[in-house]
């Protein structure tokens, strides 16, 4: 069994940028992909970003493309989402999960999740 523990959230303005760390523990984190989604207030959960077990293989939603960055440091078996140039509507709650194969964008495609961490970005 996988837990993952999220962490780096926060309060930011507009324009800023946030760091988001993903702890993994239990099978060994090499040997499998994870990635990000968020939860916008009233909205559903929404694909973010995601890395194979590798990391050659990264995958980004569109609105987010060019702003946020996904990695992996297996020797830490952490995860992060580098997110800069931040928006009010990058508001959320991120989580991360284990990724265990077929279409990257849906959820169900996932699990293991954390708990998620709050991202507040004001105007």
């Known amino acids: 069994q996988v837990r993952m523990v999220e962490s780096g959230g926060g309060l930011v303005q507009a324009g800023g940028s946030l760091r988001l760390s993903c702890a993994a523990s239990g099978r060994a984190f090499s040997t499998y992909s994870m990635g990000w989604f968020r939860r916008a207030p009233g909205k559903e959960r929404e694909f973010v970003a995601t890395i194979t077990w590798s990391g050659v293989e990264r995958y980004y939603a569109d609105s987010v493309k060019g702003r946020f960055t996904i990695s992996r440091d297996n020797a830490k078996n952490t995860a992060y989402l580098q997110m800069n140039s931040l928006q009010p509507e990058d508001t959320a709650v991120y989580y991360c999960?284990?990724?265990?194969?077929?279409?990257?964008?849906?959820?169900?495609?996932?699990?293991?999740w954390g708990q998620g961490t709050q991202v507040t970005v004001s105007s």
């Open positions: 999960a284990v990724y265990n194969g077929g279409d990257y964008r849906s959820s169900y495609q996932y699990n293991n």
